[in-house]
Structure formats: structure tokens, C-alpha cells
């Protein structure tokens, strides 16, 4: 393997492109629907029956025939919800009806209860009834046979209630993939735990497998490999047998102490690419083995959340079978003046504010891949092109979803 990067780093888009290339995705799996949520669909959901099934009430009040305003009706009974009216409604009667409660036959149509006048068993009619007023016919909402959901949509609260109301008990969904998150270095330490000269906490095990987490994967607890070759390999052998995923920040570059990409080589992972013409990010590395992938991000923070967003969340997706790309705001305009970079793409994190009708991008504090703080409260990654010069306040750039 050569000793530095290579020459021509890849474009993000040429290393998504060969991510997503490797990705082949999980099989499905048959899950209860109420246990489905940010589960990707599998198979098209289609309505089991009318919804409603039956003609129902649009508000509470009384089912009648069309009658003139004025007219006088006796009140014969009753139809609430889950307890339909059994009469048969004739002329010159009305049946007292809740909201969502079946229509009883012979009814054309229902009147408001502001609408009508009480006496007793009787009511008179304030106002005119035309045929079907205030009646929601059986399938108004979904029709027997249609299509609800189509494959490859993610399952949110709605998506479940509506598969729930067109009568599915469970939902072919994608598999979920379990991902496995490893930190190198020897000064790493757990949260909350002392630290000893030169030692750090490791904040990139845990934001990793959160950031897992919320792409729809599996996430096992991260663990940490030392700064020792034979160590890092056991430890990397350990993660290809459990993991569909694995996820190495940092370890990847050519110093001394960098095992990872030795220990990949001798495990039999097959080198994709190694180099992305981004800051930050640039030695990201991505390797594949039996339909396992393999990250290797930088050790900074700030570099591996932006390497997970950009690579590893359109991986997790394309495994469940849902779509690569995150819907977000597609571009803004920047707010300051950005510096390019000659060689390389940028990726900003930026708060995002409605301004005089433009959606503006402000960078989000100092923007060092070892601050952290410049993700908290980011709303997205602003891409600045390569180039030399400044692009100048309300330059138009593109938006990249930071995931969550």
C-alpha cells in the first residue's frame, strides 16, 4: 500500500457513488406495524377493506331525510360510535347521531346540533338539509384495493396510523443493520471517568452509535482499541463477525500508531477508496468484505460526524431499502463571506434563519474539526466548492441534513 494519500482524492459524490455501488440491502422481515416506527416498508400497503367502512357522521347531531328548514321530526333513536342505530329511519323521523357514528339506513343526511331546536322527543330544523350534507361516505378516506404506502417509505406516527386504519396488522419492512462502533487510541477514556496527562474522553464511540441509532441501525455498544497492531486487529476481527457495519474513527492514517488500515489489509477488506477532497474529512477510508462495509473516519469529532452524515447515513439507508438522499432544505445563501478551499469542498455546519424571504446559512461558531460545540445546534452542513477566492454574502450553496 503506498506510504501517503493518494493523488486524486475523490469528490463526495464519487465517494458516495462507490459507497452506495457496495450496498446491497438486507433481507426484509415481517414486523407488527405497531412496532414499526423509522422502519423502511418493504412492500407497497394497500387498504384491506373501505375507510370508512361505512357512511358515517361528520359531526354530532341527527341523521334525517333532506327536509326544509322548519320542519318538525320525531326522535326515534340513537347511533353513537361502535353502537349503530338498528331502526330504520322513515319520513318525518330523526335519529340522534355522534361524530364518526355509522349513518342509519334511510338517512340521507345529518343536521347540526346548533342547528336544530329540542322539544322533547322532537326536534324542529333551523336551517335546510340538502342529501348528504355532513355524511362522510365509506371510502372516502381510502378505497378498498388502494395503495397507502409505497415501498421504501419510512415509517413515521402517520405512516403507522394510516397502515393501521387500512387494516394491516404487520408490515414487511427492511432489516435493520447492526453497526459497530470503534475509537482508537490509547488516551482515550470513558465519560466521566479522571483523565491523566494526555488523556481525553471518548466522545466519538457514543455520538457515533447515536448517530447509528437515529439512521434506523442497530447500534452495539462502541468500544476502543488500543494503539497496538495485534489488539487493533483482534479487536477489528471481532466487530466484521458481529456487524453488518463497522464504523473506525480514527487510526486511519500513515503515522506510526495508525494500525487500522494494516489490520483491515491483513483481515481481508478489500480497499475501496482512501481520500476525500473535503474539509473536513479528507482520510476517510471505506472498504468492504463479504457484504460487510467498512468506515475508517477521522478521529476528530467534528470530521467523523460530518463523514457519517455524508457516507455512512446514505449506506444505513440503502441497507433498510429505503432512498439514499435525506429530504431537507436544498440550498441557502450565505450570510458572511466563505474563504475556499483550492483543493477541496467544505462542509460548513451553519444555523439556518429566514431572513427578507432567503433562507440564510450562518456558520455555526469557529469551524475546527476538533470543536465540537460547532455541531451543537447546527441545522446543516453548507457545501462551499473548491476554488480559489471568497464567495460572498448571498452566494447560493447547497445543504447537506445533518442527521440527529
Request: avoid cysteine; proline fraction near 9%.
Amino acid at each position: 500500500m503506498s506510504a501517503g494519500m493518494p493523488q486524486r482524492l475523490l469528490t463526495i459524490g464519487e465517494a458516495r457513488a462507490a459507497v452506495l455501488a457496495a450496498v446491497r440491502p438486507l433481507p426484509a422481515e415481517p414486523t407488527p406495524v405497531a412496532e414499526a416506527l423509522d422502519r423502511v416498508l418493504a412492500q407497497d400497503v394497500q387498504a384491506l377493506g373501505d375507510v370508512p367502512p361505512f357512511p358515517s357522521s361528520a359531526m354530532d347531531g341527527y341523521a334525517l331525510q333532506a327536509v326544509r328548514k322548519g320542519s318538525r321530526l320525531t326522535v326515534v333513536a340513537e347511533s353513537r360510535a361502535g353502537t349503530p342505530a338498528a331502526h330504520h329511519l322513515a319520513a318525518g323521523q330523526a335519529i340522534r347521531i355522534s361524530t364518526g357514528a355509522a349513518v342509519p339506513a334511510g338517512a340521507e343526511a345529518v343536521i347540526r346540533q346548533e342547528d336544530v331546536e329540542l322539544n322533547g322527543t322532537s326536534i324542529q330544523t333551523l336551517a335546510d338539509v340538502a342529501p348528504g350534507e355532513n355524511i362522510r361516505p365509506a371510502g372516502e378516506v381510502m378505497a378498498a384495493g388502494a395503495q397507502v404506502l409505497a415501498a421504501g417509505t419510512a415509517l413515521g406516527p402517520a405512516e403507522i396510523a394510516a397502515a393501521i386504519s387500512a387494516g394491516a396488522g404487520e408490515v414487511l419492512v427492511g432489516g435493520r443493520p447492526t453497526v459497530r462502533a470503534l475509537s482508537t487510541g490509547d488516551e482515550l477514556r470513558g465519560p466521566g471517568e479522571p483523565l491523566g496527562p494526555g488523556q481525553i474522553h471518548n466522545s466519538n464511540g457514543p455520538m457515533l452509535a447515536g448517530l447509528a441509532r437515529h439512521a434506523g441501525a442497530v447500534a452495539l455498544t462502541p468500544e476502543v482499541l488500543p494503539d497496538d497492531p495485534q489488539a487493533t486487529e483482534e479487536g477489528l476481527r471481532a466487530a466484521l463477525e458481529e456487524a453488518e457495519v463497522v464504523i473506525v474513527a480514527g487510526g486511519v492514517s500513515v503515522g506510526p500508531h495508525d494500525h487500522v488500515r494494516p489490520a483491515l489489509e491483513r483481515l481481508g477488506v478489500q480497499e475501496r477508496f482512501w481520500g476525500v477532497a473535503l474539509q473536513p474529512g479528507k482520510p476517510t477510508w471505506f472498504g468492504t468484505t463479504g457484504g460487510r462495509l467498512v468506515f475508517g473516519l477521522p478521529g476528530n469529532p467534528v470530521s467523523a460526524a460530518v463523514t457519517f452524515a455524508l457516507f455512512v447515513v446514505p449506506a444505513l439507508a440503502a441497507l433498510q431499502g429505503g432512498p439514499p438522499t435525506t429530504q431537507g432544505p436544498g440550498e441557502a445563501v450565505l450570510g458572511v463571506p466563505v474563504r475556499q478551499n483550492r483543493h477541496r469542498e467544505q462542509a460548513l455546519r451553519v444555523t439556518l434563519e429566514r431572513r427578507d424571504g432567503a433562507l440564510l446559512a450562518m456558520p455555526n461558531g469557529p469551524q475546527g474539526s476538533h470543536v465540537i460545540t460547532s455541531l451543537v445546534g447546527a441545522d446543516a452542513l453548507a457545501l462551499i466548492p473548491e476554488g480559489e477566492g471568497t464567495l460572498e454574502p448571498g452566494t447560493v450553496v447547497a445543504l447537506q441534513p445533518l442527521p440527529r
